[in-house]
C-alpha cells in the first residue's frame, strides 16, 4: 500500500518581482507502508522542499499529491494540519523540546491537541519513551539530558499518536558520530518493527543506513538506489 504519491510536482518560489526559484521539476515518487527511506542532496537540492510536500508543510506549485490515496494537493491548510496532526509525525535536527518541560509532558503534548485525557496520554507518553530506551528519564527535563536522549525524546513525541509515516529531517545533524549512530539504530529498529520513515540527510554514510536512498539535484531525482542493509 502506497502511503505517499506525488506525480509531477513543481514547486516554484518567487522572490521579488523577476526572480523565480524552481525547487522542483516534475518529481514523481511513491512510498509504500513499512519502507525506511532517506532524501539525499546537497544544500539547494530540493531535499527540503519534497520533505515539505510530503509531509502536508506545503503545497506544489503544480502536479497531485495522495495521501493514504486521498487528493491532497487542494486542500486547505486547516484540512492539511487535520491530517498531520492524525497520520505524520515529525523529528527535526533542532529536537523542538520545551526546555522546561519533563521528558514524559514533551511527549504527551500531540496527545492534548488530539483531546486525549490526562491519564491515558500520560501512559501512552510512558511508553514511547520506554520503546526509544528512556523509561529511566520520565521527570528529566531538557537540559537535564544529552543531545543524543533529547532526539529520542522526540522520536517518541512523534511516535505517540501511532502516525502511518515518521518524516526526521536531519535527525543526526546536531550530535556526535556515537550518539548519531544510535539515533540511526534506533530508526531501524522502529522501522524493523512496522514504522514507515522518510529521513532527510546531507550525508551518505547516514543515508545508507536505510533501506532506500533517493538522490535529489537541481529539483529532479537523479537516483533512486534500494541499499543493502543489515
Known amino acids: 500500500?502506497?502511503?505517499?504519491?506525488?506525480?509531477?510536482?513543481?514547486?516554484?518560489?518567487?522572490?521579488?518581482?523577476?526572480?523565480?526559484?524552481?525547487?522542483?521539476?516534475?518529481?514523481?515518487?511513491?512510498?509504500k507502508?513499512?519502507?525506511?527511506?532517506?532524501?539525499?542532496?546537497?544544500?539547494?537540492?530540493?531535499?527540503?522542499?519534497?520533505?515539505?510536500?510530503?509531509?502536508?508543510?506545503?503545497?506544489?506549485?503544480?502536479?497531485?499529491?495522495?495521501?493514504?490515496?486521498?487528493?491532497?494537493?487542494?486542500?486547505?491548510?486547516?484540512?492539511?494540519a487535520g491530517l498531520r496532526n492524525e497520520h505524520i509525525g515529525f523529528v527535526f535536527q533542532s529536537f523542538n523540546l520545551l526546555p522546561r518541560t519533563t521528558a514524559l509532558e514533551n511527549v504527551?503534548?500531540?496527545?492534548?491537541?488530539?483531546?486525549v485525557e490526562e491519564k491515558a496520554r500520560l501512559k501512552k507518553a510512558k511508553e514511547k519513551l520506554e520503546q526509544v530506551g528512556l523509561g529511566d528519564r520520565l521527570n528529566h527535563t531538557s537540559t537535564q539530558l544529552s543531545g543524543g536522549q533529547q532526539q529520542?525524546?522526540?522520536?517518541?513525541?512523534?511516535?505517540?499518536?501511532s502516525p502511518d509515516i515518521v518524516f526526521a529531517d536531519e535527525p543526526t545533524g546536531n550530535l556526535d558520530s556515537e550518539s548519531g549512530a544510535?539515533?540511526?539504530?534506533?530508526?531501524?529498529?522502529?522501522?524493523?518493527?512496522?514504522?514507515?520513515?522518510?529521513?532527510?540527510?546531507?550525508?551518505?554514510d547516514i543515508a545508507k543506513g536505510t533501506k532506500r536512498t533517493i538522490e535529489l539535484k537541481d529539483g529532479q531525482i537523479l537516483k533512486d538506489t534500494k541499499n543493502r542493509t543489515k
Open 1 to 31: 500500500m502506497a502511503i505517499i504519491n506525488i506525480k509531477d510536482v513543481t514547486k516554484t518560489y518567487v522572490l521579488g518581482e523577476e526572480v523565480e526559484v524552481h525547487a522542483l521539476k516534475g518529481v514523481n515518487l511513491s512510498i
Open 33 to 80: 507502508k513499512g519502507e525506511f527511506t532517506s532524501i539525499i542532496g546537497s544544500s539547494g537540492s530540493g531535499k527540503s522542499t519534497l520533505m515539505h510536500i510530503m509531509g502536508l508543510l506545503d503545497k506544489p506549485t503544480s502536479g497531485g499529491v495522495w495521501f493514504l490515496d486521498k487528493k491532497v494537493s487542494s486542500l486547505d491548510d486547516d484540512q492539511l
Open 108 to 115: 504527551a503534548l500531540p496527545l492534548i491537541y488530539a483531546g
Open 152 to 161: 529520542r525524546v522526540a522520536i517518541a513525541r512523534a511516535l505517540v499518536n
Open 182 to 204: 544510535e539515533i540511526m539504530k534506533l530508526l531501524r529498529d522502529l522501522n524493523k518493527a512496522g514504522n514507515t520513515i522518510i529521513l532527510v540527510t546531507h550525508e551518505p
